[in-house]
T-cell receptor, first 112, second 116 residues
Framework: DSGVTQTPKHLITATGQRVTLRCSPRSGDLSVYWYQQSLDQGLQFLIQYYNGEERAKGNILERFSAQQFPDLHSELNLSSLELGDSALYFC???????????FGPGTRLTVL | AQKITQTQPGMFVQEKEAVTLDCTYDTSDQSYGLFWYKQPSSGEMIFLIYQGSYDEQNATEGRYSLNFQKARKSANLVISASQLGDSAMYFCAMRLHTGANSKLTFGKGITLSVRP
C-alpha cells in the first residue's frame, strides 16, 4: 500500500459526460501529480500541483482541469468525454523535489 | 527534453534465475533521478528502486539492483532469484532535478514472465 488513495476505482460513462476523479496523497506529501495511461500513448504526465498551486502542465487537454485543495487532496475533472479518453488515470504524490513518487491504485475510466 | 527507451520484447526467465531489464535514457541535464516501477496485471504502479545521477554506488533494494552506467546513459534493472510474483510490466522513468517541473517521463515498459 503506497498510502495514496484514489476514488473511484472504476468509472463507466458515456461520451459527452463529465467526471471527477479524486486523489488523497500520502500523509505529509505536498506534491500531487496526475498521469494518464493508455495503450497507444503509454504513461503520460498531465499536471502537477504543489501545496495548492499548479506547478507544471504536461499533455493535458483543455477539456481536463485539476485542482488541489487546502487539505492537499486533488481532483481531476474530465469533461466532454470522448471514446479516446478511456484510460487508467493515476495520481502520485511526493514529499519534495528529490523524493520518489508514490502512485495510487488508479481510476480506470471507460467511455462508451 | 528527456527520453526513456525500453526496447526489449517480452522477457522470459526461469524461476530462481536472475534477469536484466534494459533502460537507456537521454537528457542534457546533469542532475536527474532514475526510477523503476512494477505494474502487475492488477494495474497498480509499485515503486521499486531509485538512482540519482550523482550517486556513486549502484542502488540496491532487496532482490532489485540498478546497474547504472552514466557514460552509456543506461540504467538497467537486475532482479535476482526471480519469483512467480515478479511477472509484471516494468517501467523505467526519469525525473530532472532542475527546474520546477518534477514530472516523471516513462519508457514504454517491458513485460516480464517468470516460468515455474
Amino acid at each position: 500500500d503506497s498510502g495514496v488513495t484514489q476514488t473511484p476505482k472504476h468509472l463507466i460513462t458515456a461520451t459527452g459526460q463529465r467526471v471527477t476523479l479524486r486523489c488523497s496523497p500520502r500523509s505529509g506529501d505536498l506534491s500531487v501529480y496526475w498521469y494518464q495511461q493508455s495503450l497507444d500513448q503509454g504513461l503520460q504526465f498531465l499536471i502537477q500541483y504543489y501545496n495548492g498551486e499548479e506547478r507544471a502542465k504536461g499533455n493535458i487537454l483543455e477539456r481536463f482541469s485539476a485542482q488541489q485543495f487546502p487539505d492537499l487532496h486533488s481532483e481531476l475533472n474530465l469533461s466532454s468525454l470522448e471514446l479516446g479518453d478511456s484510460a487508467l488515470y493515476f495520481c502520485a504524490s511526493s514529499g519534495g523535489q528529490g523524493a520518489g513518487q508514490f502512485f495510487g491504485p488508479g481510476t480506470r475510466l471507460t467511455v462508451l | 527534453a528527456q527520453k526513456i527507451t525500453q526496447t526489449q520484447p517480452g522477457m522470459f526467465v526461469q524461476e530462481k534465475e536472475a534477469v536484466t531489464l534494459d533502460c537507456t535514457y537521454d537528457t542534457s541535464d546533469q542532475s536527474y533521478g532514475l526510477f523503476w516501477y512494477k505494474q502487475p496485471s492488477s494495474g497498480e504502479m509499485i515503486f521499486l528502486i531509485y538512482q540519482g545521477s550523482y550517486d556513486e554506488q549502484n542502488a540496491t533494494e532487496g532482490r532489485y539492483s540498478l546497474n547504472f552506467q552514466k557514460a552509456r546513459k543506461s540504467a538497467n534493472l537486475v532482479i535476482s532469484a526471480s519469483q512467480l510474483g515478479d511477472s509484471a510490466m516494468y517501467f523505467c522513468a526519469m525525473r530532472l532535478h532542475t527546474g520546477a517541473n518534477s514530472k516523471l517521463t516513462f519508457g514504454k515498459g517491458i513485460t516480464l514472465s517468470v516460468r515455474p
